[in-house]
């Protein structure tokens, strides 16, 4: 829980304010995605003359989770906000299906290919393989080397058409 | 045992099945048959240590004695522990790693499928972030039962001693006892009659699928969940508390 100095003083920005500056905050494992873009930022409040910032982590072990708590207080610091706290909200429990649509191209941008179906539409555990498109080639023709790729939120495969490998992101 | 007892009790089991486990996966880093499987047992772990946390955190508030989840996961001794025999068994080779995972990750998921439903918030929070995880590890474990198992000659018949050696410890996970009673009066426990039906009716599909003949029913062993355990968890511990009880205020 990364707060400020203990300084009460009255809140001069607004919640609004305050999003916009957390908006360009990336994340660690994958930095052209801003923690908004990937719906990991819920919410900016003010409570009791207080700055909450509620964030949702992506899966329960994620590494990044302590480095972007920091990386919002260096942001606030930077915009000389002290006094604030950051909250871990774990319900609702994170979903693919809150990347946005700027974060899902800025993912195939980069050479990930993006959540394939909707995870709130599914009743059914994934016990089936989604169909993944290679994010270079476009093709169908792709298959899963191992569930997890480089991090927990990622499976990695290869291109049967332009034979590369890439990391798809899954969808949860 | 009064409910606030059970309910300690309760996430003790849940935290130290998932950490037990997890501390077990870590083990094949480095050693790992492929680099795949390698990242695969490691992002595993993760998860199953996040989870361990989310427990064993809300544990510590429950208890009120000012522990938090770090003083629970390192301060603790062997018969303090609360997780199944099952998941502190030893890797052994991959297969003995593979139906350990499938046999745990089986009970797993309808295990938080149905805490995510709970009258107690805190943990239906946590059910509902790690069941989505768990599918995802049910799914690779049991590819890979069927690949294991249907494969070659050797693979299938170290995968068959595989079930054999570990089936006696699968009746602990649905074993009742006075920690569920107290607390499925309240609807806090999950009826482990209906996970044990979802768990029977999966591994009977997937044995099949890969050719396996499903064990004989016979004598199980239990004890882990009372905190009688096997010698094995003493090393896993001794592993993974070593530092911090060396060295008390050691910090990243
Ligand atoms: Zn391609």
Redesign the pocket.
């Given at each position: 829980m990364p707060a400020g100095s203990n300084t009460q003083r009255p809140l001069e920005v607004t919640p609004a304010q305050v999003q916009a500056w957390l908006e360009a905050v990336a994340d660690p494992e994958i930095p052209v995605l801003s923690i908004a873009d990937l719906g990991i930022l819920r919410d900016v409040l003010c409570r009791d003359g207080e700055l909450v910032v509620v964030i949702t982590p992506t899966y329960s072990g994620c590494p990044a989770m302590h480095a972007i708590e920091q990386a919002i207080g260096a942001e606030l610091r930077r915009h000389g906000v002290e006094h604030f706290h950051v909250h871990t909200r774990l319900a609702p429990a994170w979903s693919s299906d809150w990347i946005t649509a700027a974060g899902r191209r800025k993912l195939l941008d980069y050479g990930i290919a993006p959540p394939a179906q909707s995870a709130s539409g599914r009743r059914e555990p994934p016990d089936g393989e989604p169909r993944v498109a290679?994010p270079?080639?476009?093709?169908a023709q792709t298959t899963r080397i191992s569930e997890f790729g480089s991090t927990a939120c990622k499976a990695f495969y290869r291109?049967g058409?332009?034979l590369?490998p890439f990391d798809y992101f899954k969808c949860i | 045992m009064n409910r606030q007892q059970a309910l300690f009790e309760y996430l003790l089991r849940l935290g130290d099945n998932a950490l037990i486990l997890g501390q077990r996966l870590t083990e094949w880093i480095g050693h790992a048959p492929a680099l795949e499987e390698e990242m695969g047992s490691a992002n595993i772990a993760l998860d199953l240590i996040g989870q361990a946390r989310g427990w064993l955190a809300y544990a510590g508030t429950v208890e009120g004695a000012g522990r938090d989840e770090d003083d629970l996961a390192f301060q603790r001794d062997v018969m303090n522990f609360r997780n199944v025999l099952l998941v502190e068994q030893p890797n052994g080779h991959y297969g003995d790693t593979i139906a350990r995972q499938y046999l745990f990750d089986a009970f797993h998921y309808p295990l938080l499928t149905a805490l995510s439903a709970c009258t107690d918030q805190s943990i239906a929070g946590i059910a509902a972030k790690a069941s989505k995880e768990a599918a995802y590890h049910r799914r690779r474990s049991a590819e890979w039962v069927i690949r294991l198992g249907d494969g070659t000659a050797e693979s299938h018949a170290k995968l068959q001693q595989s079930f054999d050696t570990l089936w006696p410890y699968t009746g602990e996970l649905f074993a009742l006892d006075e920690v569920d009673h107290t607390l499925r009066r309240t609807g806090v426990a999950a009826d482990l009659t209906a996970v044990r039906r979802e768990w029977h009716e999966h591994v009977t599909r997937t044995l099949a699928g890969a050719t396996l003949v499903p064990p004989q029913e016979g004598w199980m062993q239990s004890g882990g969940k009372q905190g009688r355990h096997s010698e094995q968890l003493g090393y896993v511990l001794a592993e993974m508390q070593f530092l911090p009880r060396a060295y008390r205020d050691a910090r990243w």
């Amino acid at each position: 829980m990364p707060a400020g100095s203990n300084t009460q003083r009255p809140l001069e920005v607004t919640p609004a304010q305050v999003q916009a500056w957390l908006e360009a905050v990336a994340d660690p494992e994958i930095p052209v995605l801003s923690i908004a873009d990937l719906g990991i930022l819920r919410d900016v409040l003010c409570r009791d003359g207080e700055l909450v910032v509620v964030i949702t982590p992506t899966y329960s072990g994620c590494p990044a989770m302590h480095a972007i708590e920091q990386a919002i207080g260096a942001e606030l610091r930077r915009h000389g906000v002290e006094h604030f706290h950051v909250h871990t909200r774990l319900a609702p429990a994170w979903s693919s299906d809150w990347i946005t649509a700027a974060g899902r191209r800025k993912l195939l941008d980069y050479g990930i290919a993006p959540p394939a179906q909707s995870a709130s539409g599914r009743r059914e555990p994934p016990d089936g393989e989604p169909r993944v498109a290679c994010p270079r080639c476009g093709s169908a023709q792709t298959t899963r080397i191992s569930e997890f790729g480089s991090t927990a939120c990622k499976a990695f495969y290869r291109c049967g058409d332009c034979l590369e490998p890439f990391d798809y992101f899954k969808c949860i | 045992m009064n409910r606030q007892q059970a309910l300690f009790e309760y996430l003790l089991r849940l935290g130290d099945n998932a950490l037990i486990l997890g501390q077990r996966l870590t083990e094949w880093i480095g050693h790992a048959p492929a680099l795949e499987e390698e990242m695969g047992s490691a992002n595993i772990a993760l998860d199953l240590i996040g989870q361990a946390r989310g427990w064993l955190a809300y544990a510590g508030t429950v208890e009120g004695a000012g522990r938090d989840e770090d003083d629970l996961a390192f301060q603790r001794d062997v018969m303090n522990f609360r997780n199944v025999l099952l998941v502190e068994q030893p890797n052994g080779h991959y297969g003995d790693t593979i139906a350990r995972q499938y046999l745990f990750d089986a009970f797993h998921y309808p295990l938080l499928t149905a805490l995510s439903a709970c009258t107690d918030q805190s943990i239906a929070g946590i059910a509902a972030k790690a069941s989505k995880e768990a599918a995802y590890h049910r799914r690779r474990s049991a590819e890979w039962v069927i690949r294991l198992g249907d494969g070659t000659a050797e693979s299938h018949a170290k995968l068959q001693q595989s079930f054999d050696t570990l089936w006696p410890y699968t009746g602990e996970l649905f074993a009742l006892d006075e920690v569920d009673h107290t607390l499925r009066r309240t609807g806090v426990a999950a009826d482990l009659t209906a996970v044990r039906r979802e768990w029977h009716e999966h591994v009977t599909r997937t044995l099949a699928g890969a050719t396996l003949v499903p064990p004989q029913e016979g004598w199980m062993q239990s004890g882990g969940k009372q905190g009688r355990h096997s010698e094995q968890l003493g090393y896993v511990l001794a592993e993974m508390q070593f530092l911090p009880r060396a060295y008390r205020d050691a910090r990243w």
